[in-house]
């Protein structure tokens, strides 16, 4: 016989339960294979639920960060929406500052051309899918904007050169009255047909201030024996140029540059002159033209 083999433990405990108001005595008999059995059993049930409950535990505190980091990303979200709103007001505000330049744009061509406007009927219909504002619609709006400014900056430039050359051409070309008076004679046949007028006669005091009706060069001042008098002529280039006759005095001398409104003379009566009186002729390329295109 093996003297190793353990010998099975045989005893056992007897469990009394006596009951506190008398009655019979019960005796529980636990062998202590039994006994080990159940504590065996009571051990690994602790174990098994102290590690249930530290599995719960832990599973609890991922679920509390889990929700705390999905808290946190969702007010970063919110965030990040409200900024994107911002954003998509401001880059809306300057697509309609835009469109307010294209028009302003519109009406100072229609200016400089001399076009007028055209009443176009309004409408205001309006459609299409809603789609809210993100990162990319927005960046493409802005990107848009940012080429039309390239444009418009382009085009404004343009307009601002066509603009200084309509003044420039404006500053030179006859457009104002050479001084205040009744208009005593104008342009073309009179007195029955038997005399051909070349400019227009404007009567007023004698001193009465004569004014150059462009921008130009003093080309004559002086004495003119045929019949004007004292007389003044302006060079203003293109071909046109402008002339004051039967002044009492002489502001101006040869060679000197005017500008548009500066008197160049006083009204008299010299020369061929049945009374106080501006003669006011307008020559282009040495023809007498009428003086009424270009007052």
Wanted: one cysteine or more; proline letters at 4%.
């Amino acid at each position: 016989m093996n003297k190793n083999v353990q010998k099975s433990d045989k005893r056992e405990y007897t469990l009394k339960i006596i009951p506190h108001q008398g009655g019979d005595v019960r005796s529980l008999r636990l062998p202590m294979k039994t006994i080990k059995y159940g504590v065996a059993t009571i051990c690994t049930s602790a174990i098994l639920f102290v590690g249930a409950f530290c599995y719960s535990s832990y599973n609890a505190s991922l679920l509390q960060k889990d929700q705390a980091e999905l808290d946190e990303l969702r007010q970063v979200n919110n965030i990040q929406q409200t900024q994107i709103l911002q954003l998509a007001k401001k880059a809306a505000n300057l697509q309609e500052d835009m469109n307010k330049l294209d028009e302003l744009e519109g009406e100072l061509r229609q200016l400089t051309t001399g076009s007028a406007s055209t009443d176009k009927p309004v409408h205001d219909g309006q459609g299409g899918p809603g789609i809210k504002p993100n990162v990319d619609n927005i960046n493409e709006t802005l990107d848009s904007l940012a080429q039309n400014i390239k444009i418009r900056r382009a085009n404004l430039e343009n307009l601002k050169a066509n603009i200084v050359n309509q003044q420039a051409k404006l500053a030179v070309t006859p457009s104002i009255w050479p001084t205040n008076g009744e208009v005593t004679s104008r342009y073309g046949l009179r007195w029955g047909g038997s005399d051909f007028h070349p400019g227009i006669d404007i009567a007023a005091d004698i001193g009465t201030p004569i004014v150059a009706t462009a921008d130009g060069v003093v080309i004559e001042s002086g004495w003119n024996s045929g019949g004007y008098g004292y007389m003044i002529d302006i060079d203003h280039g293109n071909g046109i140029v402008t002339r004051y006759g039967h002044n009492s005095q002489l502001a101006v001398s040869v060679g000197t540059r005017v500008k548009k409104g500066q008197v160049i003379a006083y009204m008299g009566s010299t020369g061929f002159s049945t009374g106080p009186h501006l003669h006011y002729e307008v020559r282009v390329n040495g023809k007498a033209v009428n003086p009424d295109r270009y007052l």
